[in-house]
């Protein structure tokens, strides 16, 4: 039996490639391994309790949730698993998927081919190759990938290109003793992969367009007839989502995770979009310099704008310039940018009007234009090379610049605040990130800005009263909490924290109501029945306080404070053996507490079992050496065994 050379060639070929490919993305992105949680991170990752412990995930969240994103969650939790919070993995996982993308593209991209006119063909031997290259390199996508709650895109992109791929087998023709076993196989895979694209992000729900736009390309004219039961198969699990979207949710055109889908003027967003599309996506995709975290665009107040207006003209005449072309690889390009952009850039509105990773997917048939530009300059291959060449090098280099923007929260922020000057939140989030750092009178400064801009930006004078908290200024802590909830905020830390300072000021009873609306927002939070119960503690209503640290532990059970301030409630009451138990569970989370250690000495010394209490106040001296009282203690205890 003999290989033959041109398979075993291509083999080969498409090894170097897919080596090539996963070299490039770790180099262009190593350096952003250690680049820390970003933004929405916060509450997506490191606060989520529904992805701290997997083998509660199906219990928890429900892969089958997949409008709550499940398959993405999942992956954060086995992240959480394996290396808990250590950024590193959390890092390393967007890089691979990225790099896997980049992979299934080159593998596509070879099959679109057989779309295009055969005369073309000869050109694009190094399309697919080309194609992958820019967009491991796009400098558009590092937001996506080095932010890691745009993770949503980076598997709804790998999912879309997978199922993809697997559509295209169903579509080649085989023999008829193998359809039988090989399409249902095939079918179900592709239902499954679509189901767990469709749980990382919505976007996977214009798979169907793009294939139908497909088969439409692949057919020759004269056939296209016999396309009809085919694309009405297709059609149908759109249907079939769209069916089961209302169902859950009630709707088609809202989402429950963005509070402003569904508030937001629907034309007017629309149209606004035309001009993003035009003036901000397709320009940053064609010169990505000054990319911007937050973009400083406006949501149109009337539908009469030249603008948008002027962009659509052009898009439209780019549109018929695209579709005059005989490549049908431009056209399905063109069309895969629009469908894939369609579920961000139309009439379902969300909070940002822009942001870099919604070009992630459509992004794919951008490069897709381009490589096809760059291999189709005529008489000029080897000009048409080193431009290549200079291309992918700039873009790289822009790559990993943009990356140093994601060194840390303040990098990030201060960036974005140079580009997005009239923006109020992204001062509001710089003063976060130098809150986090301790330098608070930059971040009071960065809050008078955001306060200048927008004399009602609610979170500034949240981050205000975190700051006077911080500073031990209880009043003013609570000023400036409260007038954040007078404002309308529906954030559960702002009510936790203006009760938490009306503790701090011994108002325990006014800050009760405060506590319970901050569970009624977040039921998970166990700070929240913490100091709850710390209230009640204080104002003796004991059976209370033991309810909330109970529900404590139920979310945390490694809470020492609670562990302690059970025991305490015990020791007052007289129950010293629960007591003692208590201080115990405290010594396994936490063995150097010296109070807790003196409290179980003097237990134990109270029931006169002298001999326990030994071992705790010889701990308890060898932490505070100075502490004559323990000293008479142990003096006494060893006297008693004696």
Not at 93 to 105: E, F, G, P, Y
Not at 146 to 166: E, G, P, V
Not at 198 to 226: D, G, M, Q
Request: hydrophobic fraction near 45%; glycine fraction near 4%.
């Amino acid at each position: 039996m003999t290989t033959n050379p041109k398979i075993f060639d291509s083999v080969i070929s498409q090894v170097k490639a897919t080596l090539f490919l996963c070299c490039m993305g770790l180099l262009v992105f190593y350096g952003t391994l250690h680049s820390p949680f970003h933004y929405d991170d916060a509450h997506a990752i490191v606060e989520n309790p529904h992805i701290k412990d997997l083998s509660k995930f199906q219990e928890k969240v429900g892969i089958q949730n997949i409008f709550n994103r499940s398959t993405l969650l999942f992956s954060f939790a086995v992240n959480q698993h394996l290396g808990e919070m250590k950024v590193f993995g959390y890092h390393l996982v967007n890089i691979l998927i990225h790099i896997l993308s980049a992979i299934l593209w080159f593998f596509l991209v070879r099959e679109f081919l057989h779309i295009e006119p055969f005369k073309n063909r000869s050109l694009l031997k190094t399309l697919p190759l080309i194609c992958s290259i820019i967009h491991l390199a796009n400098p558009l996508n590092v937001q996506a990938v080095t932010y890691i709650s745009s993770r949503s895109s980076l598997l709804a992109t790998f999912f879309y290109l997978l199922a993809f791929y697997i559509f295209l087998k169903i579509l080649k023709p085989v023999k008829e003793e193998a359809y039988k076993l090989r399409i249902p196989i095939l079918v179900s895979g592709l239902l499954l992969i679509l189901f767990l694209g469709i749980a990382s992000k919505e976007i996977v729900a214009s798979f169907p367009l793009i294939a139908i736009v497909y088969l439409w390309l692949a057919t020759p004219n004269e056939k296209r007839k016999c396309l009809i039961p085919k694309l009405i198969s297709i059609l149908f699990l759109l249907l079939i989502f769209l069916g089961y979207r209302y169902f859950e949710q009630g709707n088609l055109f809202s989402l429950k995770a963005d509070p402003t889908s569904g508030d937001t003027h629907r034309l007017l967003y629309l149209l606004s979009q035309i001009k993003v599309i035009l003036g901000y996506y397709l320009l940053k995709l064609l010169t990505p310099f000054n990319l911007n975290f937050e973009p400083d665009l406006v949501l149109y107040s009337s539908w009469f704008h030249w603008d948008w207006i002027i962009s659509l003209t052009i898009l439209l005449i780019a549109g018929i310039v695209i579709f005059k072309q005989q490549s049908n690889l431009i056209k399905f390009g063109a069309l895969w940018f629009l469908i894939t952009l369609l579920p961000t850039s139309s009439f379902i509105p969300l909070k940002q009007l822009a942001t870099e990773h919604r070009t992630y997917l459509p992004g794919l048939g951008f490069s897709l234009i381009l490589g096809w530009m760059f291999l189709n300059i005529k008489n000029c291959q080897t000009a048409a090379k080193v431009l290549f060449l200079i291309f992918i090098l700039l873009s790289s280099t822009l790559t990993l610049n943009r990356s140093l923007d994601f060194r840390s929260e303040v990098s990030l922020w201060k960036d974005t605040s140079q580009k997005s000057p009239r923006k109020a939140l992204v001062h509001n989030n710089l003063a976060t990130a130098y809150m986090a750092i301790d330098q608070l009178q930059k971040a009071k400064d960065a809050l008078k800005t955001a306060l200048t801009i927008n004399p009602s930006q609610i979170d500034s004078y949240v981050n205000l009263g975190h700051i006077a908290g911080r500073e031990k200024n209880w009043e003013q802590a609570i000023e400036k909490f409260d007038l954040g909830i007078s404002l309308g905020t529906k954030k559960s830390d702002t009510f936790y924290y203006s009760g938490f300072a009306r503790n701090n000021l011994g108002r325990y009873e006014e800050a009760i109501p405060y506590f319970e609306k901050a569970i009624s927002l977040q039921p998970f939070k166990a700070d929240y029945y913490f100091d709850l119960g710390n209230s009640y503690r204080h104002l003796k209503l004991f059976d209370n306080a033991l309810h909330h640290f109970r529900k404590t532990l139920e979310i945390d059970p490694n809470h020492y404070k609670a562990h302690n301030n059970m025991g305490t409630i015990f020791w007052v009451l007289g129950a010293t053996d629960q007591a003692r138990v208590a201080f115990e569970n405290v010594l396994s989370i936490k063995p150097y507490i010296p109070a807790i250690h003196n409290n179980l000495a003097a237990i134990h010394i109270k029931k006169g079992d002298y001999k326990k209490a030994i071992p705790h106040l010889e701990k308890l001296i060898s932490l505070q050496p100075e502490n004559i009282n323990a000293q008479k203690l142990l003096q006494l205890s060893l006297g008693q065994i004696r």
